[in-house]
């Protein structure tokens, strides 16, 4: 079922790699042209336009754009007393972790009354944005809310799409999820319009500083679109797994591991590199029986599929590990003998899960790690969804007549050798025995 890719006696460079290996196609620039219009009208009719792109995109238009605390407080009071429970789990542990990554002011003592203070000071407002689709997701709500709240955020909006099936409302288990974390500003708005509306604001909602959250192409263009108006997280494209195995790992694991992460979406990407053939077999055996036996079949077959996804061939773990560093992919499970030094050794990766009873569903939900996290490559340049998102380091700057006397001199020389000399000049008003 999945495609197979023979790198096995091939140079394995990393220009080589980049062009080799799959992904999917998730051209988020050619999305520009269709959003543009519609960020456009958000921001010169507001509410209006949120409303009629809502009718337009999802078939429904809300009686209010703002679900009321009533609509939040029935849907926790209604939620499966077993999801509330799993999502109470889930809320522990992403505070436990996201909790030790709060970050402390530092003062360096630079010289004699001189010092450089780092602050790291939350952002004021943030919206997040949380998807509808081919799935409800509350756990994107836990995963976008917690490390904001921990980050001492103190305006905090959540938008998710309006559902036909619920009166106009996002899914109730959203909102529950919403109520569940004390965030009681939840939109009905989904897509490109949701983030133009953060973006702009509109009647009844404040412009926020900062997106987050995953969303579809349309979404990704959107924020590339209005990305310097606000800050972003990042562009979003189609989930991935990858699984680096060797002939100790067991193709059942693999084989519902693969199919897990594509039953996200046709171009969810799912690739296994291994060296040992016999693996790649059965691997390919358990996912002959399983897929047909998995609810949603047409999705996870078009994953799978697609060229997106393939079984790599390499030569040994070595060759292996540069092609997951290669490939960065936003998930990576180790499933090899002595996992723990493997996955000590790859450098890109949105999150590693280590051996055999880590699989990657248990950190969409319940490991306590972030599951906002980058795509499409970008992995090796970007870091997942945390607390220092919504931080900025501001340095403050407090030197004493002493300590700039001591230093001026240098001030001054650099000044004149970037003939900038007005920056010279203003140590020398304060010190004029420079000149």
């Known amino acids: 079922m999945l495609p197979v890719l023979d790198l096995r006696g091939r140079p394995l460079s990393l220009r080589d790699l980049r062009g080799a290996l799959p992904r999917a196609e998730f051209d988020v620039e050619a999305a520009l042209s269709a959003v543009a219009p519609i960020c456009d009208d958000v921001r010169l009719r507001g509410s209006q336009a949120l409303l009629d792109a809502a009718e337009r995109f999802d078939r429904v238009r809300p009686s209010s754009l703002r679900v009321p605390a009533a609509v939040l407080s029935r849907a926790l009071t209604e939620l499966d007393p077993a999801v509330r429970r799993a999502l109470e789990e889930s809320i522990r542990r992403a505070r436990l972790v996201h909790a030790d990554q709060r970050r402390s002011d530092k003062v360096t ?12 000071v939350p952002v004021d407002r943030v919206g997040l944005y949380v998807p509808g689709g081919l799935a409800v997701y509350p756990s994107s709500v836990v995963m976008n809310v917690v490390p904001a709240q921990i980050a001492g955020v103190g305006s905090l909006a959540v938008a998710s799409p309006p559902q036909v099936d619920h009166d106009g409302w996002p899914h109730p288990t959203i909102l529950a999820a919403c109520a569940l974390l004390g965030v009681d500003e939840v939109y009905a708005m989904g897509g490109a319009q949701a983030i133009a509306g ?6 009844g909602c404040d412009p926020v500083t900062l997106v987050t959250g995953p969303g579809n192409i349309y979404v990704a263009a959107a ?34 591991d693969l199919i897990s992460q594509a039953e996200h979406d046709p171009l969810a990407a799912s690739v296994l590199v291994t060296d040992s053939v016999e693996l790649a077999g059965a691997v390919g055996s358990e996912l002959a029986s399983r897929v047909v036996a998995t609810k949603h079949v047409e999705r996870v077959t078009s994953a799978l599929t697609g060229r997106q996804s393939a079984v790599v061939l390499v030569d040994d773990l070595d060759a292996g590990l540069a ?3 290669a490939y960065a992919a936003e998930h990576l499970e180790i499933q090899t003998a002595d996992a723990a030094a493997v996955a000590a050794r790859v450098r890109n990766a949105g999150a590693v899960f280590v051996g055999p009873w880590s699989p990657v569903s248990l950190g969409d939900y319940c ?3 972030n599951h906002v996290l980058p795509t499409g490559g970008s992995a090796v340049h970007s870091s997942g969804l945390s607390v220092q998102s919504f931080l900025r380091g501001i340095h403050v700057v407090d030197y004493s007549e002493a300590a700039l006397r001591e230093v001026g001199a240098h001030v001054v020389t650099l000044a004149r050798s970037e003939d900038l000399p007005g920056h010279g000049d203003a140590v020398i008003a304060r010190l004029p025995e420079l000149g």
């Open 223 to 256: 924020k590339r679109l209005l990305k310097g108006l606000i800050g972003i997280d990042a562009e979003a494209g189609p989930t991935e797994i990858a699984i680096l195995a060797d002939a100790t790992a067991d193709a059942g694991h693999v084989a519902a």
């Open 323 to 325: 092609v997951v560093n």
């Open 109 to 120: 003592v630079v010289a004699s009354g001189g010092t450089v203070t780092e602050r790291w």
């Open 367 to 369: 490991a306590g790690s």
């Open 198 to 203: 953060f973006a702009h604001g509109f009647e």
